[in-house]
């Protein structure tokens, strides 16, 4: 189904495309595939990109949510969640990846999991040109520091990669990202 700014300019289709129903919904599906997966503890900072999966963990009685004043503080506490027994998921966005690099040593030394979801910035219909450098640089970031990065463009290959992600982290103690492209975000508007 065509937008009405499809309908007049099918060049602009390219650049502003209505996502499938299915592109819609993967938010729910990540949530529901991280209940799945035994996540009762849930830290961010606050995204857009991140709404629904926020409002979602926020909502759930079984579930703690904390909300931080800068990202390194989630990989402290899905450390501590992991001590205590329990499953934590960190929730940020590619700018913040930058304020998590000595923090990340932490798992990766200490061989604990870890889990997290960035929403990506700097690339497809970035409109702030302070967010191109990390966003540029997350995932070679990521890699180096001895994380295992899955990148995800659609919606249904999103909730495929948590999945799996979930598993390799809870079952085999590996330190997971999952880059949750911006094309699937869709174009931010101020």
């Not at 009685?61 to 329990?86: N, Q, S």
């Not at 997290?116 to 497809?124: A, H, K, N, P, Q």
């Not at 492209?181 to 174009?187: A, V």
């Amino acid at each position: 189904m065509a937008t009405s700014l499809q309908a007049k300019d099918p060049e602009a289709a390219a650049f502003a495309p209505t996502p499938a129903a299915s592109e819609r919904q993967w938010p729910d599906q990540v949530y529901d595939v991280l209940k799945a997966a035994g996540i009762s503890q849930m830290s961010y900072v606050p995204d857009a990109g991140h709404t629904t999966l926020i409002r979602r963990f926020s909502a759930d009685a079984d579930v703690v949510t904390t909300v931080l004043t800068t990202e390194e503080e989630g990989i402290a506490i899905a450390a501590g969640a992991w001590l205590g027994g329990k499953r934590s998921v960190v929730l940020m966005q590619s700018s913040g990846v930058g304020n998590c690099i000595n923090m990340l040593s932490l798992p990766v030394q200490a061989r604990f999991p870890l889990l997290i979801l960035v929403t990506m910035r700097g690339e497809w219909a970035e409109f702030n040109p302070w967010q191109v450098p990390m966003g540029q640089a997350t995932e070679a970031s990521l890699r180096a520091i001895g994380l295992t990065v899955l990148r995800a463009e659609t919606g249904p290959d999103l909730v495929a990669m948590v999945a799996q992600a979930a598993a390799m982290a809870f079952d085999a103690d590996q330190q997971m990202a999952v880059l949750i492209g911006q094309r699937l975000l869709g174009k931010k508007t101020w």
